[in-house]
């Protein structure tokens, strides 16, 4: 029998009096309601690494930092990852972008959701982390969960809470549903080895076979 994937919702702003753990318990409280994975928050507090001073790239050597070399195995470890992410000048916290920074084949060929909010749903903050995770080959999905500024400001200002937003839950529900299919296709195994089938064109399907022979670089390699 397939185990259960593990999948890492990942706490991204790290200050004092964040807003980041609302939306992260509310998701985490959804998601463990369900039988087909298992989950567990990590916060990038308990990660506080420093601003990227490593003196060889990670694709050379892992990091010498030891909370960098545990913020990596603690990223391996999982089979899957949801992003909480605030949106700061338009784009991701940099201590978001700082501890992706640090890792290497630890997220590579891994399927990752979004859960944003700010303004516009934080809509610019995971659009950049699509691209930046595409750098590190991550599968990410096409749609994410979005809380937007109305919602904030109920429960900042007006006492308000997730559960005056019932809608948001249906966004939860059907985002679970697509990643669930990403994570039958990866199973700790690379997405492109799982043999692509069925709704993929024939040019997808060439594509994913290239891939298949794309090495995948590792450490001291
Ligand atoms: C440095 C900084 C930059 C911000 N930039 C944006 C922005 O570009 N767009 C936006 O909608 N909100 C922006 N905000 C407001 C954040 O969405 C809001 O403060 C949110 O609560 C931040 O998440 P946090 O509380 O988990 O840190 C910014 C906040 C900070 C602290």
């Excluded at 990942?10 to 298992?38: C, V, Y």
Aim: charged share 20%; with cysteine; proline share 7%.
């Amino acid at each position: 029998m397939q185990r259960r994937p593990k999948i890492g919702i990942i706490i991204s702003t790290t200050r004092p009096g964040r807003f980041a753990d609302i939306p992260t318990n509310w998701l985490f409280n959804i998601a463990k309601e369900r039988n087909d994975a298992d989950f567990e928050i990590v916060d990038l507090r308990d990660y506080p690494m420093p601003f990227f001073e490593e003196k060889v790239p990670l694709h050379v050597a892992p990091p010498l930092n030891e909370v960098a070399l545990r913020w990596g195995e603690k990223v391996a470890s999982l089979d899957g990852y949801i992003f909480v992410t605030a949106e700061y000048n338009h784009s991701i916290p940099a201590v978001l972008k700082n501890a992706l920074d640090y890792l290497w084949s630890e997220i590579h060929r891994k399927p990752a959701g979004f859960l944003g909010y700010g303004g516009g749903g934080a809509a610019r903050a995971v659009e950049h982390l699509r691209n930046i995770l595409a750098t590190a080959q991550v599968a990410s999905l096409p749609r994410a969960v979005h809380i937007g500024m109305i919602e904030m400001m109920g429960m900042m200002r007006e006492g308000k809470s997730m559960a005056d937003y019932p809608y948001l839950d249906d966004y939860v529900q059907a985002d679970a549903g697509r990643a669930r299919l990403v994570g039958q296709h990866t199973q700790g195994r690379p997405l492109w080895r799982q043999g692509c089938r069925g709704s993929l064109s024939s040019g997808h399907q060439e594509s994913a076979k290239v891939a298949t022979t794309v090495p995948i670089p590792a450490y001291g390699h």
